[in-house]
């Protein structure tokens, strides 16, 4: 049996938010909105159609192209995303400093 060198291994309970909904682009959003104690406050958001999935914060939104480098979206779709995510994403908390 192979012996793993674990950077990590723990568990925490997590609170995910199921959305659903359709823009303007007529792009059905199926999102997992999972908030962790991880990743400074960021959540982990899950396009539930392509499995694509990232750990997000406000200033990812504000990164050009971003959103369309991770979901696979048009310029378009990833501009819908990033309203809807605008009002949802809180802010980061850096709590090493």
Known sequence: MTEFDYLYDGSEE?????VC????TMRRFDLAITTTNRFYG?????DMQSGRTA????DDLEAEGYLEHAYKLSEEE???LGEFLSAILGPIHFTDI
Not at 14 to 18: C, P, V
Not at 42 to 46: A, C, D, R
Not at 55 to 58: D, N
């Open 14 to 18: 997590t609170k995910t938010r199921f």
């Open 21 to 24: 909904f359709v823009g303007d």
């Open 42 to 46: 960021k959540k982990l958001v899950t």
């Open 55 to 58: 750990v997000l914060g406000p």
């Open 78 to 80: 990833a501009a819908e």
